[in-house]
């Protein structure tokens, strides 16, 4: 039965055991409260939600992230994306290390939704002469460098709060970006809250170049842990929506991504970073029915390390030898790796380059220099 | 059908048709509400009674720059609460873990076996949210409201369910 049989069949049903009390009541008998008001609903604790550069950036970042996820920032011309190797991304931050990692998931995600499974890297694609290692690290390099020059060092970032210009909204901010080279990127996050102060929900929209994501947004604290849960309307066609729910607690932030599709979860990722001293760590997590399908840490050390791990898949592998359209063979393949990613110069034209050293235990270890993103 | 609050003077003037006009607006989602947390339909029946009861009783209090089905609603759950609250302390076993929804007593059919069965697979917050908004329609920042929790956390909850109801 069809969902909305299914939901038609409820509503009826409860509909149809409402219990007709209302012949049993005498109204003209019962006797009017004169007490004063109380209001029955429990009052919310004031929070502050985008009180704070980090909330504004992490719901930036994130929107951000899930703005790539959306293809809309790269294809709308909202942004030039400018990957050169000097851009290297330097996780100096915390703010850096989220952003990073955020749209590293996205860049994942997209991955996961655009019909691609976790297949395993040292997989030869069809053709047998290229790896699918090699499209994985276009596309991390690809946001490494997107990371950058829209992130840039948080020293060259600046948040300004302004009463919003945009009719149905009340505040907003500007993030200003001056990456280490080239011209000075801007986005605005136009917001107003819903109700009254003790409503901590958001309505807003996100707006970089002639690029435009909406989102609503709650806030809550629960004792030490304080939580925001963000729903972003990707503009699409689609009837798509990107949830994000960001917890914090010392030391750690968890974001957690559902990509759902006319109310059908499609994807569920979940991002942890911990930060402890100097080092910070993110491990990303896609989970499919509670099943953990892969997981990436990621580490900054002196560049970026990424291990993985992508849990047993059944590989369809056509045998070529014998029938291709209908000869396939079928193999349970589980694969771990680790990725290193750090700056060199390349040999021949001297310029700074991104070196991917990639070891996997079956293709062992490979070096890749990547300059631009493909994508441009 | 007029907005609920235009009965607010005759309710105070404990006008007959004015509360059969809210009561038949407004008695699914109270119905839905409730038995969303008790699981027990004798036990709805007789709070539902009661919120409206509440609902009259307390109609001077009502501040008319609220909702006034959030209101009642909210009325509905707090009385629900109590309930709730009450049976803990009086029975070691908590009847409102009971596997039915419905009374065993009632005969059901193969619809209301159906419906239970889907209900069944969510919890109580799921519940309560899901039925809220597919019995009335209600929109799910009036449930937020309702239920005090924000807004993405009812949206949220709204998608579990959803997911749950069609396996």
């Known amino acids: 039965m069809k969902l909305k049989n299914r939901l038609a069949m409820i509503r009826e049903s409860i509909k149809r055991q409402t219990p007709e009390i209302n012949k049993k009541i005498r109204i003209e008998e019962i006797r009017l409260d004169e007490s004063p008001v109380v209001s029955l609903v429990h009052p919310v604790r004031s929070l502050r939600f985008l009180k704070t550069a980090w909330a504004k950036t992490t719901l930036a970042m994130t929107a951000i992230a899930i703005g790539l996820f959306g293809i809309v920032f790269l294809s709308d011309g909202g942004f030039r994306l400018d990957s050169t190797p000097e851009m290297a991304a330097s996780l100096e931050s915390e703010e850096d290390a989220l952003a990073f990692t955020a749209i590293t998931s996205a860049s994942l995600l997209k991955y996961q939704t655009s019909g691609m499974d976790f297949v395993p890297v040292s997989r030869p694609l069809s053709g047998g002469n290229t790896w699918q290692i090699e499209t994985h690290l276009s596309q991390l390099n690809h946001y490494v460098n997107v990371l950058d020059r829209m992130i840039g060092p948080v020293s060259n970032q600046s948040i300004t709060d302004l009463t919003s210009p945009r009719t149905g909204f009340e505040r907003a901010f500007r993030v200003l970006v001056t990456p280490l080279s080239g011209s000075q990127i801007a986005y605005e996050l136009h917001y107003t809250e819903d109700g009254t102060s003790q409503d901590n929900s958001y309505v807003g929209v996100i707006v970089a170049g002639s690029s435009e994501i909406h989102f609503e947004a709650s806030r809550s604290l629960q004792g030490t842990r304080e939580w925001l849960l963000t729903t972003f309307l990707i503009p699409t066609d689609r009837s798509d929506a990107v949830k994000a729910r960001l917890t914090e607690e010392t030391g750690n932030t968890v974001i957690e991504y559902e990509h759902i599709s006319n109310g059908i979860l499609l994807s569920k990722s979940v991002l942890t970073l911990t930060m402890e001293n100097s080092s910070r760590k993110a491990v990303l997590r896609f989970v499919e029915e509670d099943t953990i399908q892969a997981t990436f840490l990621l580490e900054k050390t002196t560049g970026l390390r990424i291990e993985y791990e992508i849990g047993t898949q059944d590989i369809f592998e056509m045998d070529s030898m014998i029938a291709p359209e209908f000869s396939y063979d079928v193999r349970s393949i589980t694969e771990k790796g680790v990725i290193t990613v750090g700056v060199s110069t390349h040999q021949d034209s001297d310029v700074p380059v991104l070196r991917y050293d990639v070891q996997i235990a079956s293709i062992g270890t490979r070096s890749y220099i990547l300059e631009k993103s493909d994508d441009e | ?167």
């Open chain 2, 1 to 167: 059908m007029a907005d609920l609050e235009t009965y607010i003077e005759l309710l105070i003037a404990k006008d007959e048709a004015a509360f059969e006009a809210v009561y038949h607006q407004t008695k699914h989602s109270v119905y839905a509400m409730i038995v969303s947390m008790v699981k027990d339909r004798s036990a709805a029946e007789d709070l539902m009674q009661d919120t409206y009861i509440k609902m009259i009783a307390s109609i001077r209090q009502y501040d008319p720059k609220r909702n006034f089905t959030t209101w009642l609603l909210t009325i509905a759950r707090n009385l629900a609460i109590d309930e709730l609250r009450k049976r803990k302390r009086e029975q070691p076993v908590d009847p409102m873990e009971s596997e039915n929804i419905f009374p065993k007593t009632e005969a059901k059919g193969e619809t209301d076996l159906l419906v239970e069965e889907y209900l069944m697979r969510l919890d109580e917050d799921e519940r309560q949210v899901f039925l809220l908004h597919i019995v009335d329609n209600m929109k799910h920042r009036e449930i937020a409201k309702i239920v005090d929790k924000p807004l993405g956390t009812v949206l949220w909850l709204y998608q579990k369910a959803l997911r749950k109801i069609k396996k």
